[in-house]
């Protein structure tokens, strides 16, 4: 399997399930657990349809997670000059980016504690705490995207639900979480007698 690249454009899902996995097979490589990198797959389609090639002309944001700014500036100074790609639009490039941010000494490049989570982005990236998919997709927004702090995205949780079966989590939630159809069934019935999830 490689990279595909198609331009400047929305991806297929077909072709974003290719780069998805070009993704999970380097991040799980690194020990990244499967649900963190399915939310940050989940956000990455959001962001770029899991182009690294896509480029929004109107803010000028650039790559899989759209870096823009000085983070744009970072990203194609560290694939070009420091891993000698001949381009910033290198999928591999990208997420050896995404790694070197998690690795980085500060914290400045990429990953900010923000919108009511206060992991450290390697407590992302193993998830240490068992945190849900859904917390883990709006994790990555809030802390890593930046975007529109306390208001979670919905799209972006569907996405990393897709993402997460895809890699073969099958069709359940995170570890350590009650399906939200449950916890409204339970609170229509008023009470649930003698339950317990297993996980």
């Known amino acids: 399997m490689a990279w595909i690249y198609r331009g400047n454009v929305n991806l297929p899902q077909a072709d974003r399930d290719n780069n998805a996995m070009e993704i999970y097979n380097f991040f799980n490589a690194q020990g990244w657990a499967i649900e963190s990198i399915a939310a940050m797959a989940g956000n990455i389609d959001v962001e770029s349809t899991v182009n690294p090639q896509r480029v929004n002309t109107n803010s000028g944001a650039q790559g899989l ?116 159809w449950l916890l409204y069934k339970a609170g229509r019935r008023k009470k649930i007698v003698n339950c317990t999830i297993h996980v």
């Not at 910033?88 to 504690?113: C, F, M, V």
């Not at 996405?159 to 989590?169: I, K, M, N, S």
Request: overall charge neutral; aromatic content about 14%; charged content about 20%.
């Open 65 to 180: 997670t759209q870096w823009l700014g000085n983070r744009r500036t970072m990203m194609i100074d560290y694939i070009t000059n420091t891993l000698g790609y001949s381009s910033w639009d290198n999928g591999d490039g990208q997420i050896r980016y995404i790694l070197h941010e998690e690795q980085a000494p500060s914290s400045t490049e990429g990953w900010l504690k923000r919108g009511g989570y206060d992991r450290t982005f390697s407590q992302f990236a193993t998830n240490s705490e068992n945190d849900s998919l859904e917390d883990l997709a709006y994790m990555w927004q809030m802390c890593y995207e930046r975007v529109s702090i306390g208001v979670p995205v919905p799209v972006r949780y569907r996405r990393t639900q897709y993402y997460y079966q895809l890699f073969g989590g099958g069709p359940g939630p995170g570890p350590g979480t009650v399906p939200k």
